[in-house]
């Protein structure tokens, strides 16, 4: 198990980091969730490669612990399956510390459209 987890770990890359500021806080002092969402779907986006793909669902996530102001945040992804207008990318967020702490994952469905914003087969 441990190595399918290591292989699954290198097979993901790290498309987007961010430093939090203290206006992307809820009222607990701690980072947004709202924020780290923007971040995975953006993260989801650039890894898509173009400006073809847009958000249709996002799926199973959790926060599995919280962000403190001036966390660096790491956006892993990874392309977990491709159907035929959908690519399904498997985002995992880590802050940057000696741990490498998992904060938060979800899977993001992002469907390619034409320029009429129709659903079209990925190429
Ligand atoms: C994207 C859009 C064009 C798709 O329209 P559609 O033709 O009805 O297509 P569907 O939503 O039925 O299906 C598209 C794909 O998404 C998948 N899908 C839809 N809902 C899903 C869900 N909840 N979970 C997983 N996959 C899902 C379908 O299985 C299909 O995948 P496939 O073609 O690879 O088999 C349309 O829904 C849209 O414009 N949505 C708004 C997008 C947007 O503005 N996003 C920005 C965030 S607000």
Redesign the pocket.
């Given at each position: 198990v441990e190595k399918k987890q290591m292989s699954e770990e290198l097979e993901k890359e790290l498309v987007l980091q961010i430093m939090t500021m203290p206006a992307d806080t809820n009222p607990q002092g701690k980072i947004f969730g709202g924020f780290i969402l923007s971040k995975m779907?953006q993260a989801a986006g650039i890894l898509c490669g173009n400006y073809d793909y847009?958000?249709?669902?996002v799926?199973n996530v959790v926060f599995h612990a919280p962000v403190d102001i001036g966390d660096v945040l790491q956006c892993y992804a990874k392309i977990k399956?491709?159907?035929?207008?959908?690519?399904?990318i498997k985002v995992n967020v880590h802050v940057k510390d000696t741990y490498n702490t998992l904060v938060c994952e979800g899977?993001y469905?992002m469907?390619r459209?034409d320029n009429k914003?129709?659903?079209v087969?990925?190429e």
């Open positions: 779907d847009v958000t249709k669902a799926n399956n491709r159907g035929t207008t959908s690519l399904t899977e469905i469907v459209t914003g129709r659903a087969p990925n």
